[in-house]
C-alpha cells in the first residue's frame, strides 16, 4: 500500500485514522480506496494518497506532499522567508502551510464538503477521529494550539522541536508536532484544519482578497461565530489586512443573528401558544429551579438561556450566588439583559449573574467548575448526529456535579388540539422523544460519564401520555 513513499524524502504531512469498526468506512468517505496509492498534480508539485493502515479495527489514511520548490519560483508567489536565497531555501516543503490546506480542498473536495454519494448517512455521522500533522509551524505555541482547537471539542497532544536537537542551549523552534482527536463528522475535522492550518502558520503563499473572506464565511460559517478565537482566526486567515477581517467578522455576525432571530421568533410564537395554557414553561423553570436548589449548587450554568426565563428565578434565590448564562444567539442575550434589568441591578445582584455568547457544540474552559447546569428545552434543537459533540462538551469537559436537563415529551403532543399529527411542538425541533427514548439516551450518557440519573414529570400528567415535558437529573458520581 505505498508504505515506501513516506520515506522517499518526501513529508507525509498529514495522516487521519478512523478507529470505529468498521474502520475502513473512512475510504468511503475519503473517496479514496484503501487498496491503492493516487497521486494528484497540483500547480506547486504533487500530493499522494495512500493508506498506512487498512484493517476493520484501525483505518489510517496518509496525505502526502511533494512540493517543487522551482515551481514556487516560478509562479507568482512569494515566500515570506528574507534573504537572497528565501525563495529556493525555505520550510514550505517540509511543514504543514496553506500548501496543505489548498491540497485538502483539492483531493478530499467531496468529504470537505460532506458528501459521500455511495454512503450520505456516514457523512453526517460523528466518528472517533485522530488527525495527526507530523511539522506544523506555529506562531504562538502549544498554548495558541489549545485555544484553537479545544473550544472546537478536540483533545490535543504537542510535541514541540528543538532548533537542532545537538545544540540544546539553542531552545525550542517554532516547529511542533501535533495530534488531536474528537468524536466529530470528517467534514468537520477537514474543514478546521483547512482554516486552522494557515492561522497557526500565519502566511499563506498566495494573494489574499474578496475572494478569502468567501471562503472564510462558507468554511466557518457553523462554529467561526461563537470560537473565542474568532477576530485572530479572522485577521490571520486574511493576512493581517484588517478591512477583510472586518467585512468577514460582519457577514458572519450578520448570517448567524439572521437565523438564530428567526429560531427565537419560532419559539416565542409556536411552543408557546400550544403550552402556555397549561403553564408548562412557568412549571418548567419551578421544577428545575427545584432540581438545583436541591442540589445544593451555588454557582450555576444556564445553558441554552434564551432570552432570560430561568436566569431570572435563579436571580430572585439568594442560594444561587454566581449564574451564567450561556446562548448562541446574541439577539437572546441582548433580551435578556433587558428583562434582567442588568443595567439598573444594584451592584450586589448584578456581580451575581453574567451572560457569554457561545455554543454547546465546542468545548469552552469558560463552563469549567460550576455546582450544576441546566439545559432547558435545548436538545431538541440539535441535529442528532451534533449530540455526541453536546454529550462530550456537558458531561466530559464542563463536568458539573448536577445536571438538570429537560425536553418535550412527544407521546403528550397527542393532547395539544392545534397541533397536527405527527408534527413537532415547532419547526426547530430536529427531533422530539418519547419517554422510552429520552431515558435510554440519558442512562446510556450516565453511564459512559460516570453520573447517576433519575426522570422526574413536568406539567400536568395524563396516565397514559405522561406529562408535557420530561426532565432528567444527573448527578456526577464519586
Given at each position: ?86 525563495q529556493y531555501v525555505n520550510d514550505r516543503p517540509y511543514v504543514a502551510s496553506s500548501f496543505l490546506s489548498v491540497a485538502i480542498a483539492r483531493v478530499f473536495g467531496s468529504a470537505l464538503a460532506g458528501r459521500s454519494d455511495e454512503r450520505p448517512e456516514l457523512a453526517q455521522m460523528p466518528l472517533p477521529l485522530q488527525a495527526r500533522l507530523t511539522v506544523v509551524p506555529c506562531r ?156 445544593g449548587a451555588r454557582r450555576v450554568l444556564d445553558l441554552g438561556c434564551g432570552e432570560g426565563r430561568l436566569l431570572r428565578a435563579l436571580l430572585e434565590d439568594p442560594a444561587f450566588t454566581e449564574i451564567v448564562g450561556m446562548d448562541v444567539s446574541c439577539r437572546s442575550l441582548e433580551i435578556a439583559a433587558e428583562r434582567l434589568h442588568l443595567d439598573r441591578l444594584p451592584p450586589r ?130
Amino acid at each position: 500500500m505505498c508504505h515506501n513513499i513516506s520515506h522517499q524524502g518526501f513529508p507525509v504531512l498529514l495522516t487521519i485514522t478512523n478507529t470505529k469498526p468498521p474502520a475502513t468506512d473512512l475510504g468511503y468517505l475519503l473517496h479514496k480506496s484503501p487498496a491503492r496509492c493516487q497521486t494528484f498534480t497540483l500547480s506547486y508539485g504533487k500530493a499522494h494518497v495512500f493508506y498506512e493502515e487498512s484493517s476493520p479495527e484501525r483505518c489510517t489514511a496518509v496525505l502526502l506532499l511533494d512540493i517543487d520548490p522551482v515551481a514556487l519560483v516560478r509562479g507568482r508567489r512569494r515566500t515570506t522567508v528574507e534573504g537572497p536565497l528565501g525563495q529556493y531555501v525555505n520550510d514550505r516543503p517540509y511543514v504543514a502551510s496553506s500548501f496543505l490546506s489548498v491540497a485538502i480542498a483539492r483531493v478530499f473536495g467531496s468529504a470537505l464538503a460532506g458528501r459521500s454519494d455511495e454512503r450520505p448517512e456516514l457523512a453526517q455521522m460523528p466518528l472517533p477521529l485522530q488527525a495527526r500533522l507530523t511539522v506544523v509551524p506555529c506562531r504562538g505555541g502549544e498554548q495558541l494550539l489549545r485555544r484553537l482547537f479545544e473550544p472546537l471539542g478536540y483533545t490535543l497532544t504537542a510535541r514541540r522541536h528543538m532548533l537542532d536537537e545537538e545544540f540544546p542551549h539553542w531552545g525550542e523552534s517554532r516547529y511542533l508536532s501535533v495530534e488531536i482527536s474528537a468524536s466529530v463528522r470528517l467534514c468537520d475535522l477537514l474543514t478546521h484544519l483547512y482554516v486552522l492550518i494557515p492561522v497557526l502558520d500565519d502566511d499563506k503563499h498566495y494573494w489574499v482578497g474578496e475572494a478569502e473572506v468567501d471562503k472564510l464565511i462558507r468554511r466557518g460559517a457553523e462554529w467561526l461565530p461563537v470560537h473565542p478565537e474568532r477576530e485572530l482566526i479572522a485577521n490571520r486567515y486574511l493576512k493581517h489586512q484588517r478591512s477583510l477581517a472586518r467585512e468577514a467578522l460582519a457577514r458572519l455576525a450578520d448570517e448567524g443573528s439572521w437565523d438564530e432571530g428567526v429560531v427565537e421568533e419560532v419559539r416565542a410564537s409556536e411552543e408557546a401558544s400550544l403550552e402556555d395554557r397549561m403553564r408548562v414553561n412557568e412549571a418548567r423553570i419551578d421544577a428545575v429551579t427545584a432540581a438545583l436548589k436541591q442540589s445544593g449548587a451555588r454557582r450555576v450554568l444556564d445553558l441554552g438561556c434564551g432570552e432570560g426565563r430561568l436566569l431570572r428565578a435563579l436571580l430572585e434565590d439568594p442560594a444561587f450566588t454566581e449564574i451564567v448564562g450561556m446562548d448562541v444567539s446574541c439577539r437572546s442575550l441582548e433580551i435578556a439583559a433587558e428583562r434582567l434589568h442588568l443595567d439598573r441591578l444594584p451592584p450586589r445582584q448584578k456581580e451575581r449573574v453574567r451572560l457569554i455568547q457561545g455554543s454547546l457544540m465546542y468545548r469552552d474552559r469558560r463552563l469549567a467548575g460550576y455546582d450544576a447546569a441546566a439545559v432547558v428545552e435545548v436538545i431538541e434543537h440539535l441535529d442528532p448526529p451534533r449530540l455526541g459533540a453536546f454529550e462530550s462538551v456537558l458531561f466530559e469537559f464542563a463536568r458539573p456535579a448536577t445536571i438538570a436537563l429537560t425536553t418535550p415529551n412527544a407521546e403528550y403532543n397527542a393532547k395539544f388540539q392545534d397541533l397536527p399529527a405527527g408534527r413537532f411542538r415547532h419547526k426547530d425541533h430536529r427531533f422530539e422523544w418519547t419517554r422510552r427514548e429520552f431515558q435510554s439516551w440519558a442512562q446510556q450518557v450516565a453511564e459512559r460519564h460516570g453520573y447517576s440519573v433519575r426522570f422526574a414529570p413536568v406539567g400536568p400528567e395524563e396516565a397514559t401520555a405522561g406529562a408535557p415535558t420530561q426532565m432528567a437529573i444527573f448527578s456526577r458520581q464519586p
